[in-house]
Structure formats: structure tokens, C-alpha cells
């Protein structure tokens, strides 16, 4: 669905499904460039770099592997504590590989901070990340992140992935929802 089928539920349009698509494409060249000659293994966070992930891939210009993982909060209320639990692990060994996390949003960092470092316990040749979108006003750890496609304002984002109560994953553009939706 796109922004004006629901546009009752949202109050604007961060970013248009155009705009999303040409940074993917110039982020998709800035990889692909970095790790010429070098396997590179895509590492996806369900549920919400699915979308990101299936149009990053597509974007870049030769064939490449990805797996996927699962995490969930130890309880609604420790979420800020940065403590996860896996649900689904990867498949792949990733022992001597180069590991690319793809990512949708970075919020606080917490949970690709924790995600980061159980990865590194692997002992994996290199571990990046790549992020659709950043909240840089909202960063509580410092999390070194390789490639950004938007930094956009601590306001609460749904669509390509993102969603509000599981819904607007599937809205084509990153919006605000109305308040009337959440209050
Ligand atoms: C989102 C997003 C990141 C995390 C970022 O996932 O996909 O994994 O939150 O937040 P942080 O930087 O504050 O840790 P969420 O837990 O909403 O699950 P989802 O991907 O299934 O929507």
C-alpha cells in the first residue's frame, strides 16, 4: 500500500518510495565496491529489515548470500537495557567471513550493539552494518555504523518494515502516523 491509501492514518511522509529506492541503489555501489573480491554474507533482523533487505540485495550487481536472525527484549520494560535473547539464530557459520548486518532503523543502538558483539564472538573476518534509517538524537551507545541511508528526527516512524502495533510494515514510503492512531 502507499501513503495515500492510508493517508487518514498518517501525518506526513519522511521519505517517498523514490527516494528510498536511489539511496539503496548508491548505497548498493558503495558496498558492493568495499568488499570486491571478498564474500560478503547479508545479515538480516526480523522482522523489520525485510523490506530493506529484499530491495538492498536486488540492488547490488552480482549474486550474494544472506541469513537471517531473530531477538527479542527480555521483557517489555528492559528493552533500554540492551539485553536480548536470540529466538532464531543464523544458519550460517560465520567463522573467517565478512558480515554485513542490514538493518532498517537504528533507534537507541542497543539492539545492534548487543547483536554486533555476539556476532564478533564468532570470530568472523569483518562485521559492518548497514542501516536504512538513523536517529542520531536517540543514540544511547555509540555504534559504529559504516553506511546510513537517512538520518531522520527522534519522531516515531512506521512503513518499508517499520511498523506501529505490527501494521504499516507493508506502507511503500517511511511516515508519521496522525496521533489519532496511537493515542
Ligand atoms: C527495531 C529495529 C531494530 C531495533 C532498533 O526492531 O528493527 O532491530 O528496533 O532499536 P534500538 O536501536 O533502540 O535497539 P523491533 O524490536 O521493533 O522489532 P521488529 O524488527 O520485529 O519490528
Redesign the pocket.
Known amino acids: 500500500m502507499d501513503a495515500r491509501t492510508i493517508s487518514d492514518d498518517l501525518e506526513r511522509v519522511l521519505l517517498t518510495e523514490q527516494q528510498i529506492q536511489e539511496r539503496l541503489a548508491e548505497l548498493a555501489q558503495e558496498v558492493w565496491a568495499h568488499y570486491e573480491g571478498k564474500d560478503v554474507l547479508l545479515v538480516g533482523?526480523?522482522?523489520?529489515?525485510v523490506i530493506v533487505m529484499a530491495d538492498f540485495m536486488r540492488a547490488l550487481p552480482g549474486s550474494v548470500p544472506m541469513d537471517w536472525m531473530a531477538?527479542s527484549?527480555y521483557g517489555s520494560g528492559t528493552?533500554s537495557s540492551?539485553v536480548v535473547r536470540i529466538l532464531k539464530d543464523l544458519d550460517a557459520d560465520i567463522t573467517g567471513r565478512h558480515v554485513l548486518i542490514v538493518?532498517?532503523?537504528?533507534?537507541?543502538?542497543?539492539?545492534?550493539s548487543w547483536i554486533k558483539a555476539n556476532l564478533e564472538s564468532r570470530s568472523p573476518a569483518t562485521v559492518e552494518i548497514l542501516t536504512l534509517l538513523r536517529k542520531p538524537d536517540?543514540a544511547?551507545v555509540e555504534i559504529p555504523v559504516r553506511w546510513v541511508g537517512f538520518d531522520i528526527p527522534n519522531e516515531f516512524v512506521v512503513g518499508y518494515?517499520?511498523?506501529f502495533d505490527e501494521r504499516y510494515?507493508n506502507l511503500r514510503e517511511v511516515a508519521t502516523l496522525a496521533p489519532h492512531v496511537y493515542s
Request: net charge neutral; hydrophobic share 40%; proline share 0%.
Open positions: 533482523v526480523l522482522k523489520g529489515a531477538v527484549s528493552k540492551g538493518e532498517d532503523i537504528i533507534d537507541s543502538g542497543l539492539t545492534l536517540a544511547k518494515g517499520l511498523d510494515r
